[in-house]
């Protein structure tokens, strides 16, 4: 009768121990998959249509980026803010998942434009200010400055004409910060063409001087 009653608590003991470390080996998976999950996927938190999002909602990517705003069938779509770990911060309308209409974007070096968006890019009109205390106002391709614009240089100068590739190209005006004034065309940010004209400004008599004329 002994014999059988330990032979019961050695089975009952080992029934314990598998249980429990069954319990472990679950428990461990679980984590292993949480912390997987939380590595290797975004977060998203809010509204959901058909198993995506669709409505407000806020996701997180692993890279540390964030979004928080308005979502359509899976895709951000709407108005939202979005964040880098870098401190850069775009706060403006969506479409299709890319930053598309009116938006402001902060950079984290000190650069801020306010204006349009296309496709992820600074396209159609808007105003850049640049940390070096430049601004840009005007029209903007693929992120690249190009037809017509207002460029002002921290140090007065400023060019009123048209752009393309970032640098004067065609028809502008060139105002520098001594009185000087150069009215014509311009070809790859330098003056060039017919019909140029270089017009010093004399501030002491108001006096205007065109072309080799001394300053």
Not at 16 to 33: D, H, S, V
Not at 80 to 93: I, K
Not at 116 to 141: C, H, I, P, V
Request: aromatic content about 14%; overall charge positive; charged content about 20%.
């Amino acid at each position: 009768h002994g014999v059988m009653c330990l032979v019961s608590l050695s089975k009952f003991i080992r029934k314990k121990i598998m249980r429990r470390f069954t319990k472990l080996i679950y428990m461990g998976a679980i984590a292993a998959f949480l912390s997987g999950c939380a590595s290797d996927n975004p977060i998203y938190r809010g509204e959901v249509q058909n198993g995506k999002p669709h409505g407000h909602g806020w996701k997180k990517w692993p890279s540390g980026e964030k979004y928080d705003g308005q979502w359509r069938d899976g895709q951000m779509a709407g108005s939202g803010v979005f964040t880098w770990p870098s401190g850069q911060r775009y706060d403006g309308l969506y479409a299709y998942g890319s930053r598309n209409g009116q938006g402001t974007m902060a950079y984290a070096n000190g650069d801020h434009y306010v204006g349009s968006w296309s496709g992820n890019k600074k396209n159609g009109r808007g105003e850049m200010t640049f940390a070096n205390q430049d601004s840009y106002d005007g029209n903007w391709l693929d992120d690249v400055k190009s037809g017509q614009g207002v460029m002002v240089f921290a140090n007065k100068d400023r060019y009123n004409g048209v752009w393309a590739n970032n640098e004067f190209s065609g028809k502008g005006e060139l105002d520098l910060n001594n009185g000087n004034v150069y009215i014509g065309n311009f070809d790859a940010g330098k003056r060039e063409g017919d019909g140029a004209a270089l017009a010093y400004f004399n501030p002491k008599d108001g006096s205007w001087c065109i072309n080799d004329c001394a300053n």
